[in-house]
């Protein structure tokens, strides 16, 4: 995608504001260029604290505070990427981008 493109997409997305947003233009956008994956990174916050609440309320926790210690990612990761950056975003929009999160990846509701 062009510069420009990504440029209007981003006004279009500011514009609508929704949930899915804030997680595409924050989370999204910056770990196209991560590895692993968001989705294997889910999965590893899902094995490490199991519950909905658990999960939710430790990404809370490490996107405000990211430190190695916290860290379910690999010590090659890390020092591939650094640690991820501490997040700029609102509370609000903090936890939005953690529901959408959540609802993307979440297996329990695609096995009913
Ligand atoms: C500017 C880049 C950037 C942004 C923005 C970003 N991340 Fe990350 N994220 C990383 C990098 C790099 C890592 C790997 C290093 C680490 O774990 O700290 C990571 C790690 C993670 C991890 C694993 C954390 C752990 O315990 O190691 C999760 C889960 C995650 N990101 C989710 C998110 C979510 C959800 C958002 C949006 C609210 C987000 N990230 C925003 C770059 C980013």
């Not at 279009?12 to 994956?37: K, M, T």
């Not at 989705?39 to 999960?55: A, I, M, P, Q, W």
């Not at 190695?68 to 090659?76: G, N």
Request: hydrophobic letters at 35%; glycine letters at 4%; one cysteine or more.
């Amino acid at each position: 995608m062009g510069r420009l493109s990504v440029t209007i997409l981003l006004i279009l997305s500011a514009l609508q504001g929704s949930n899915v947003n804030v997680y595409e233009r924050n989370c999204v956008a910056c770990h196209r260029h991560v590895s692993p994956s968001l989705e294997k990174l889910f999965f590893d916050y899902l094995l490490k604290y199991s519950s909905e609440r658990r999960v939710k309320r430790a990404l809370a926790d490490y996107l405000k505070h990211p430190t190695k210690k916290r860290s379910v990612a690999s010590e090659e990761v890390i020092q591939k990427y650094g640690l991820m950056p501490k997040t700029w975003l609102r509370d609000t929009d903090l936890h939005k981008a953690i529901d959408t999160y959540w609802e993307t990846y979440k297996v329990f509701g695609k096995i009913k």
